[in-house]
């Protein structure tokens, strides 16, 4: 075991866990957020994704050594990372890409839905107003795999992350 300490959103603790202990383990485990999820257990599906130092990384396979004095943040510390971009502004908000998920209805089953917000927030992070075929790029091509959604939900992220755009630009 190895004593390490993490920032997550915003949040420092120590952490005593085995050196080669995945990101997803101690973040379901110790920090008990449950958004970040274990799929595929190889990153190729994205449902681990989280914010390191405000890029987007797979957990599954993130070893939470190499993560430590980094910035982590997951979808539940969306809104304090938007307070914090804004400046003054309260936290308590949704983050403009969650709230343009619920907007268009994204989620079918949802599981996969966390890793593709993460996702969005990495692309809109680099790129404010991003054209239909750079958020397919950021979504299907990007390393290190493709964000998998088995329930299809691809037509709706597009609208999502467009919507989630102009309310930032504001």
Known sequence: M?????????????VDVAPDT????????????GGVRLGCGM??????AVL???????????LASR???????TIEGLPALWAEAREGTAAGGLHPVQQAWIDEQVPQCGYCQSGMMIAAVDLLARVPSPSVAQIREAFTDAPPSPHLCRCGT??????????AARAMAL
């Open 43 to 48: 990153s190729q599906c994205g449902a681990c």
């Open 67 to 73: 993560v430590a004095g980094s910035k982590i943040h």
């Open 52 to 62: 390191v130092d405000g890029r987007e990384v797979r957990s599954c396979v993130t």
């Open 2 to 14: 190895a004593e390490m300490t993490l920032t997550v959103n915003g949040a420092t603790r120590t």
């Open 154 to 163: 691809y037509p709706a992220i597009i609208d999502a992350v467009q919507r």
């Open 22 to 33: 995945p990101l997803v383990y101690v973040l379901r485990n110790q920090f008990m957020l």
